[in-house]
């Protein structure tokens, strides 16, 4: 009998993930594909919502990790996908957390400790305002709340005001770290781990528990209905829980949620 050659052998899962998880994302991508060399995982970021979308169109997707678990429950969770049969999702995990941050000019210039620096006059502020990026909604609600911790709630509307939303042209978590790090605004507002993705070319400024949502902020993981490979996607969604993952998740700003929390028919090997 002739064995299978390695190439037959080979199997490249599609990943669907959020924008906020592009670079843990390269880093669990680097460090899975040297323990299993027949897998290959290709990666697409995006926007949640706008990934959830393009599953129930049909798209193959093998693991799915949006930057919320409410994307699968409202869009996924036991939706069918056409006259296939199938369901956008029948569970997922939750498996790190993020925060709300401000980036600026490497060496943060300007000095800049809270949102009445990044109010004044002649700074150039860059935000999401995509309508279906979770990000748009979480940066108001960060902007509410540390406003009123630094007790200027006119902050909030004023920084808003002057980075309107405009339908024809969103901006996207990538958009704001690049205006920030290329010089075309002095400060930004993203997730902790797409600063920490920047790799020193912006400074973070962080902010306390109370303000960052970090309680509300979870990725999730799934296996969709259209996964073309689900044996090989669960495994990597488990390794996803392991201790080296959860290293690699920490030090990339996405903090591991331990235990894993549980939502549908959960294969076993994930309980």
């Not at 290959?40 to 678990?69: H, M, N, W, Y």
């Not at 996908?81 to 995990?93: D, L, R």
């Not at 902020?217 to 996607?233: D, S």
Request: hydrophobic share 45%; proline share 8%.
């Amino acid at each position: 009998m002739i064995a299978p050659s390695m190439a037959a052998l080979a199997v490249e899962l599609e990943v669907f993930h959020a924008d906020s998880l592009a670079a843990p994302m390269r880093e669990l991508k680097g460090a899975y594909e040297a323990k299993h060399p027949d897998i290959t995982l290709k990666l697409t970021s995006g926007v949640s919502k706008q990934l959830a979308e393009r599953i129930l169109k049909g798209d193959a997707c093998d693991v799915f990790a949006p930057s919320s678990p409410a994307v699968i429950d409202d869009d996924l969770l036991n939706k069918p996908i056409g006259a296939s049969g199938n369901v956008g999702a029948a569970w997922y995990i939750v498996f790190s957390a993020n925060e709300m941050v401000v980036i600026t000019a490497k060496g943060n210039p300007l000095g800049i400790r809270e949102l009445g620096d990044i109010a004044k006059p002649g700074v150039r502020v860059a935000r999401v305002t995509g309508e279906k990026d979770l990000a748009t909604a979480r940066t108001v609600e960060f902007l509410r709340r540390e406003a009123a911790r630094e007790r200027r709630p006119e902050l909030a509307q004023q920084i808003a005001d002057e980075t309107p939303i405009v339908p024809a042209k969103p901006v996207n978590v990538p958009d704001v770290v690049n205006a920030v790090s290329q010089g075309n605004a002095d400060a930004g507002i993203v997730y902790y781990s797409a600063a920490v993705g920047a790799r020193g070319d912006v400074g973070i400024v962080r902010f306390p528990d109370t303000v960052n949502l970090s309680e509300a902020i979870r990725n999730a993981a799934a296996v969709p209905g259209t996964a073309r490979n689900p044996q090989e996607a669960t495994a990597f969604v488990a390794y996803l829980t392991s201790p080296e993952a959860q290293e690699i998740l920490k030090s990339a700003g996405q903090p591991p949620v331990s235990p894993a929390i549980h939502r549908g028919a959960v294969p076993a090997g994930l309980r």
